[in-house]
């Protein structure tokens, strides 16, 4: 069992930035990729940033690109998102997650189907 809770989100105007925290708990060693997921009212859940648990590797979807960037700190247990550059588009509801198996695939899986630990959410609202 994995626990995570996000922190960080709130309002921001067109160009600000905000940090997102994730802090896990739980049976951390066995998390082999962590990352954000948004979900915005009336659209479907997507991915956001990736890190590997085990390299560090990070991916990031073309439209994020430049201005966020994913960190995770092992020995405190958490994930960050560092947003900056922040666009309306980017309004949504963040959530953090984690893959949690002793396997280790070899690159971290981009659908959400393949995370099976999730908090709770913060709200990013962007304005104009």
């Known amino acids: 069992q994995v626990q995570l809770v996000e922190s960080g989100g709130g309002s921001v105007q067109a160009g600000g930035s905000l940090r997102l925290s994730c802090a896990a708990s739980?049976?951390?060693?066995?998390?082999?990729?962590m990352g954000w997921f948004r979900q915005a009212p009336g659209k479907e859940r997507e991915w956001v940033g990736l890190?590997?648990?085990?390299?560090?590797?990070?991916y990031y979807r073309d439209s994020v690109k430049g201005r966020f960037t994913v960190s995770q700190d092992n020995a405190k247990n958490t994930l960050d998102l560092q947003m900056n550059n922040l666009k309306p588009e980017d309004t949504a509801m963040y959530y953090c997650?984690?893959?949690?198996?002793?396997?280790?695939?070899?690159?971290?899986?981009?659908?959400?189907?393949?995370?099976?630990?999730w908090g709770q959410g913060t709200q990013v609202a962007v304005s104009s």
């Open positions: 739980g049976s951390t060693y066995s998390v082999t990729c």
């Open positions: 890190i590997a648990a085990t390299d560090g590797r990070t």
């Open positions: 997650a984690a893959r949690v198996f002793f396997a280790w695939l070899g690159y971290c899986p981009l659908s959400e189907r393949n995370y099976n630990s």
